[in-house]
Every structure is written in C-alpha cells, then in structure tokens.
C-alpha cells in the first residue's frame, strides 16, 4: 500500500493512497483531517489493540466509518449500508468502489496515523 500527503489548491491537507486503498486517504482526509483530538483518539484504540487489550473499536463519521479489529483496520462509506434507490437487473454489472471501501494490516494502519500525525503537525 502506498501513499502520499499533500495539500490541494486551497492549502488543505490531502491524502492519497494507491489503488485499491483509497477510500483511507478519503477517511484520513474527510474524517480526520486536522482534528488532532479525533486522531490521537484513534492512534491509542490502535494502539490497545495492537497490544491485544480488546478484540475491536469502531467510530461512525459523517461520510465513512472506521472499524479496527486485532488485525485489521477497514473503512467503509456509509452510503454502502444504505439501500439503493434503484434496482438493477443487469447481473454482470459490479459497482466500483475503491474509492468507498478499503482495508489493511493493523500495523500498516498504524504507520499511517504515525506519519499523517507528523505531516500535519
């Protein structure tokens, strides 16, 4: 998984994870950006479970929740859990969701709250 930080055209903090992770830096972005209390609140249930104190910790956000169990970190658009306003009949269509759903290795997650925390300090 890979990723970088940045700052888009109006100077707020931005990241961007490679395909197939991108719903995390949508998260990190959207749900986290500068909220330092939010992310040390979700670096120390990262770290409780790191250290098996528990078994999971989820938090809801406005557009995607995150859920983190012992070896996993995973987040999800709230708008998956909602029904769909249409029906569609075509069986081979997939929906592409990249950008809605994401997960990764609990460590991996970690390194990512480490180093988001010092690029937006």
């Known amino acids: 998984m890979d990723y970088e930080f940045g700052r888009d055209i109006t100077g707020a903090y931005q990241a961007l994870f490679s395909m197939g992770h991108e719903a995390l830096g949508v998260w990190l972005t959207d749900e986290i950006g500068t909220d330092r209390h939010r992310l040390d609140r979700v670096i120390s249930e ?16 406005l557009s995607y929740s995150l859920f983190l169990s012992r070896d996993e970190a995973s987040v999800r658009a709230n708008a998956l859990g909602q029904p769909q306003d249409m029906e569609i009949d075509d069986e081979d269509m997939d929906f592409y969701d990249d950008e809605s759903q994401a997960s990764c290795g609990l460590d991996d997650f970690y390194k990512v709250l480490q180093d988001w925390a010092e690029f937006t300090a």
């Open 46 to 61: 990262t770290e409780r479970l790191l250290q098996r104190q528990g078994w999971e910790w989820s938090q809801e956000g």
